[in-house]
């Protein structure tokens, strides 16, 4: 009976199977060990988690965003053991999710293309190589925090052509003010910025909006992927909602750097459970 989990830091997904094709999947509330303790996450699961899975797991494999070595997953590896003592237990983090869950046991690169980026060349089975993806202040390219900087950055500059700018000001009526203010002063402007991309989704076929996601893109396929061991031979798979809304704009980058595409996916999940079941 093996559990696993997806987890981000709003949302966990857990994928459950009995052994007897009864899969089940099941969404609690996310575990970062950034902004979680052992203590809380152990409460959460009795109340959200325990009520539907609760005995006879002897598996269970934990990846997640803020699992960057073993003290943060330790945090989480603490909480799980006190829920299912005799289950045996690993957590990993999500730049692995994206890679078991995309390239299974073949050797490639993956990348995580959401609010935030990330990149690996993965051996088939562990992270080989991995270019530090800096955060979206000195990194992150092709991120949803990025194409929201360089949206919202040309906005306020007046660079934006003039039917788009009128199109961004009517859906977020922010005052330049407010929107210094959220990118500067409060928590989180990585979250702030992102959620300026569904406007560049629902404008992509627009020429300034295709642009900018493509040269994002392109911006993250020179600073990470293309530092990586026979990064011109190798499938490129790619997790994240904004590589899976902006697909055909990273099909046309790597096509022009003459790269090989292997799958987008928006989440790992079924990936993942596929890896695991099927070793």
Known sequence: MILIADSGSTKTSWFYSDGENHPEKISTLGINPF???????????????????????SEIYFYG?????????????????KLYPSAKIEVYSDLLAAARATLGKERGIACILGTGSNSCLYNGKDIAEQVSPLGFILGDEGSGAVLG????GDYLKGIMPENISQKFQKQYPFSYSEILENVYKKEKPNKFLARFVPFLNENKNDGYCNELVENSFNEFIQRNVKQYSDFNKLEISFVGSVAYFFQEQLKSVLSNNKLKLGVIVKEPLEGLTQYHLNK
């Open 35 to 57: 902004f979680r303790t052992t203590k809380d996450i152990v409460a959460e699961l009795q109340k959200d988690l325990i009520p539907k899975v609760n005995s006879g797991i």
């Open 149 to 152: 900087r360089k949206l919202v």
């Open 65 to 81: 965003a803020g699992v960057i070595n073993e003290e943060k997953g330790a945090v989480i590896k603490f909480a799980l053991h």
